[in-house]
């Protein structure tokens, strides 16, 4: 029979439930990315609730002569949920790719704040760290971008119509972050288009996402962990993946079919050139941009991103009911 509480196995598990108070003043281990390459700076231990004194004080509880039943946790050292030695284990070495977007061309100042304040929210979630398996998800890792959490009303697109709508703009953000992982070569989970076509993306290239749907959702299906970030200067955004990069390259073709439908086609390869993914994107929109089907040229784009290991099933999404731009 267990006579005992292994603090080995219990420590972790009551700073877990604990969350941040668990950690006390300890400062996690993170990526300095302003060099152009990833430096583990922080990782610093801090003052706390002492969890191991705390066990201790559970196994007199449990198996010892009994008496008070109030475990009173008192100030200890305790080490950061990120150190220095997980952060360095996590692989995140270098750029493995940069989407770079205009965003300041119009719009008003409502909309520049909402994107500036979305990609804020990136930067500062613990979702911009993303396992090797494990999804990358805007619902996730920015959230609701309502008037609660501080967005303000501007200019969007509800069912084909331009509105007024909290957190108008963040599609942009969207959109970036999608085709950062687009050109990555990671897998994409979930992706909408806009019910309306838009000229400001690359053909058949954009993401809408709306409060509670739709989502965009891309896979880190690499070895590493990636880490994805923002950085704006009030007229551009630029969103960055890092890793480790495994020498991966992609095409990609898009094409109008008829009046108001563009078809997207991208193919992955891997270092020695085999095919690892296979995707087709239908973007289905309301309205055509124009009278006439627009003819541009197909264009095809080779990058050497992350390498990801099981091709990702292609979708076929379809025209979102809802959308924010």
């Not at 992955?268 to 085999?274: F, R, T």
Request: proline share 6%; with cysteine.
């Amino acid at each position: 029979p267990i006579s005992y509480v292994d603090v080995v196995v219990a420590e972790p598990g009551i700073q877990t439930i604990m969350g941040d108070v668990g950690y006390g003043e300890a400062v996690d281990a993170y990526f300095d990315v302003s060099s152009g390459t990833p430096v583990v700076v922080g990782g610093t231990e801090g003052l706390g609730p002492d969890i191991k004194g705390g066990v201790t004080q559970l196994n007199e509880i449990l198996f010892g002569a009994g008496g008070e039943r109030t475990i009173a946790f008192v100030v200890g050292t305790v080490q950061p949920e990120i150190t220095v030695a997980d952060a360095q284990a996590m692989g995140v070495t270098e750029l493995i790719v940069t989407y770079e977007l205009n965003y300041g061309a119009s719009g008003g100042d409502t909309r520049m704040f909402n994107i500036e304040r979305a990609l804020d929210f990136l930067n500062a979630s613990k979702g911009r760290l993303v396992a090797p398996g494990a999804n990358w998800g805007w619902h996730e890792v920015i959230g609701n971008c309502s008037y609660e959490t501080g967005f303000l009303g501007a200019g969007a697109l509800v069912d084909g119509v331009r509105v007024i709508e909290e957190g108008g703009g963040i599609c942009n953000v969207a959109s970036a972050v999608y085709n950062a992982a687009y050109e990555a070569g990671l897998p994409i989970i979930e992706r909408h288009n806009h019910s309306i076509y838009m000229a400001n993306y690359p053909l058949g290239r954009d993401a809408t996402v709306s409060w509670p749907s739709p989502d965009m959702i891309f896979q880190n299906d690499t070895q590493h962990y990636i880490l994805v970030t923002a950085e704006y200067d009030g007229n551009d955004m630029w969103i960055s993946i890092w890793g480790t990069s495994e020498g991966r390259t992609f095409t990609s073709e898009s094409f109008w079919s008829g009046t108001n439908r563009v078809i997207n086609y991208r193919n992955v390869y891997d270092a020695n050139g085999n095919l690892l993914i296979e995707d087709t994107f239908v973007s289905t929109f309301r309205t055509p941009e124009t009278t006439t089907t627009p003819t541009p040229t197909p264009t095809e784009t080779t990058t050497t991103p992350v390498t990801p290991e099981t091709p990702a099933t292609p979708e076929t999404p379809e025209t979102p009911e809802t959308t924010t731009q």
